[in-house]
């Protein structure tokens, strides 16, 4: 998990694990001082020769302290923790930057799809590139995606840049990411799919913009037959 996280490849990645991070140091403290108070309570009130166990009810004030006070404590971490909440999921998920290029996304089973646009750089002409479980993409662009399914649920992951995005047949949902480092990364599917969902593994490339040229070139339909 700690490995995971230092493997940011998106522009929005640190967003989320500052998120996480946030949540883990305020539940993570929480749950060392209930352990503390609840094991001292444990030693403090132990069993004694000759000292009977009281019955309390928790209904008087200074007794009621005691769960009113953590309580609010906990509240307030709560909406912090949903105010950056917030603010993270609308980075993500609701604001979109303009796009350098699009794609299309299509998962079946047990299989992802691409369709890039090729030389012109735009999505649904002749010279679209078609790939399967391969994706390749240029660094430090940003990229809108239309993720469809021609099967059953599906969700688009790709654990280094925090991207998980489900897909519903017979819906297009777009989504944005931008990479941020050159390099290989794993795409996944987060959603049992079937009896193949564990085998449903893609590549990701991000490439320079020099290699991106080059790979473009070389698979675009028109410059492909021309050879």
Sequence with gaps: MIELLRQSGSSFANDINNLILLITVLAG?????????????VWKFRRKPGVKA???TGERKEEMKWIHWPHNLILICDVVIIVFAIRVWYTVKQQLPPAGSTIRI???????RFVMPGADNVLGTKDDIET??????????????????????????VPQFRLKQDGL?????TGWFKPTKVGRFDIQCAEICGIGHGIMMSKLFVDSPE???????????????SN
């Design 54 to 56: 009281q019955y309390i």
């Design 211 to 225: 290699d991106y040229d080059k790979w473009i070139a070389s698979h675009t339909p028109a410059a492909v037959s």
């Design 106 to 112: 299509i998962g079946q089973q047990w299989a992802w």
């Design 169 to 173: 047949p017979g819906r297009i949902v």
């Design 29 to 41: 403290f929480w749950l060392i001082v209930a352990e503390v108070v609840l094991f001292w309570l």
């Design 132 to 157: 399967v479980d391969e994706l390749h993409v240029k660094v430090d662009s940003v990229y809108h995606f239309k993720l469809e399914t021609i099967d059953v649920i599906h969700s688009f992951s």
